[in-house]
């Protein structure tokens, strides 16, 4: 689990990553991800949408697509305040 090391004792929430293999996008989220669950814990789920058709017709052109708690939250990109912000509201 993505920050666990240093957090609080919370219940970690559920966040997803579509991506695909190679997406230069989807490493820097990644890179993003890393740094904002210093601060707030989660569990981190990371799906290649190149392995599954459907996913791919669903999510492919938007890649990388961050899901927290089953709500599309971000594609593309997301900078690191406004991911915090989007966590804060679980905490």
């Not at 690191?80 to 966590?87: G, M, R, S």
Request: proline share 5%; net charge neutral.
């Amino acid at each position: 689990m993505f920050g666990q090391q240093n957090a609080p004792r919370v219940p970690a929430i559920n966040l997803t990553l579509y991506s695909r293999p190679d997406c230069h996008l989807c490493e820097k989220m990644k890179v993003t991800l890393e740094r904002v669950a210093r601060r707030y814990p989660f569990k981190l789920t990371e799906i290649d949408v190149s392995t599954n058709s459907e996913l791919e017709k669903t999510y492919g052109s938007e890649i990388p697509v961050l899901i927290i708690e089953g709500r599309k939250t971000a594609h593309y990109y997301i900078r690191e305040e406004e991911l915090l912000q989007k966590l804060a509201e679980y905490y």
